[in-house]
């Protein structure tokens, strides 16, 4: 280790390319856990009722509002303040502490419109309007009253109001709503094909871009260790010069050589596996465990606790 250690000084020439090759590793990284990300925009084109747009969109609900809705159809001809609604959004999630809860909304509740700030109207909307609605919202007030329906309680077909301020969003929501907005919203199943194309063309894209990456990034380290190299075996060879001749006659020239030959590759090696897969392996791990956080930090823990 001390001979390791020591070889690491014939790098310092060559620290930029190292420097280079170590954002190579983590834009590797970060390459690698969005491409595993991707898996779940994928499913939830393929699988999921509500789409990719859907999907976001209920994201964005569920920070501003501080629960969990869905979209759900109701019964044909369910009459609800007049009004002949096939779609809402359901609660199916409220946090004890937050807004919904503060505001009176409480897990069964269906979501069926809001008031119109400007005049004051009830506006009656379906659960993909009213989830676009809420999910970007652009009125500079926060505060929104939503035209709510329990149909465990409220047997009678009247509506009540519930007045929420809605929370800004935050970061990952609003990166996701950003995304979903440059891509064209699907009018029925058969628009999904296109829409998922076009993600196993970016993941594609990605998978190309990050192998140049890890092409660049172990040309630069092994360029940069086998200059080091041949540094450390001329300054061998100066220092071998300049024994005196006892020393040969002592030593031989067998274990001369082969330190010049076997021991300085066995640490070109080391060093390649060092600023190699040390670094571009640890780095994928770590990228892939907070894309896993990020999905779900709830799985992620069972997964490490129940996991091997």
């Known amino acids: 280790m001390k001979y390791f250690s020591r070889s690491l000084q014939y790098l310092k020439p060559y620290r930029t390319r190292l420097a280079i090759s170590i954002v190579c590793v983590l834009f590797i990284a970060v390459l690698w856990g969005g491409g595993l990300g991707m898996m779940l925009p994928g499913m939830k084109i393929l699988t999921s009722d509500e789409g990719l747009h859907g999907w976001a969109q209920n994201t964005m609900i569920s920070d501003r509002l501080d629960g969990r809705v869905v979209r759900e159809i109701i019964p044909a001809g369910t009459d609800i303040d007049g009004q002949n609604i096939s779609l809402v959004l359901r609660v199916v999630a409220v946090d004890r502490t937050g ?68 929370h800004r969003l935050k970061r990952k929501a609003r990166l996701l709503g950003r995304l979903t907005s440059y891509i ?66 002592e030593h031989g ?14 640490l070109g090696r080391a060093q390649m596996t060092l600023f190699g897969k040390t670094l571009v392996e640890p780095a994928k791990a770590v990228a892939s465990l907070v894309g896993a956080f990020v999905i779900s930090w709830q799985m992620t823990l069972i997964a490490l606790v129940a996991g091997p």
């Open 184 to 249: 064209p919203s699907p009018q029925d199943g058969s628009g999904r094909v296109p829409m998922l194309w076009w993600l196993i063309g970016l993941v594609c894209a990605m998978t190309l871009l990050r192998n140049g990456l890890r092409f660049i990034q172990e040309y630069l380290v092994q360029t940069a260790v086998l200059r080091g190299m041949w540094d450390l075996r001329e300054h061998c060879y100066n220092s071998a010069l300049r024994q005196p001749i006892t020393f040969f006659a």
């Open 99 to 166: 807004r919904a809860q503060a505001g009176g909304l409480i897990v069964g509740d269906w979501l069926l419109g809001l008031v119109d700030p400007t005049d004051g109207k009830r506006e009656y909307l379906r659960g993909d309007e009213l989830s676009k609605q809420l999910a970007r919202w652009d009125y500079e007030t926060r505060r929104v009253k939503l035209i709510v329906y329990n149909p465990a309680s409220q047997a009678s077909g009247q509506s009540r109001l519930v007045p929420i301020k809605l």
């Open 253 to 266: 020239t067998t274990d001369t050589m082969s330190r010049f030959v076997q021991d300085s590759s066995e």
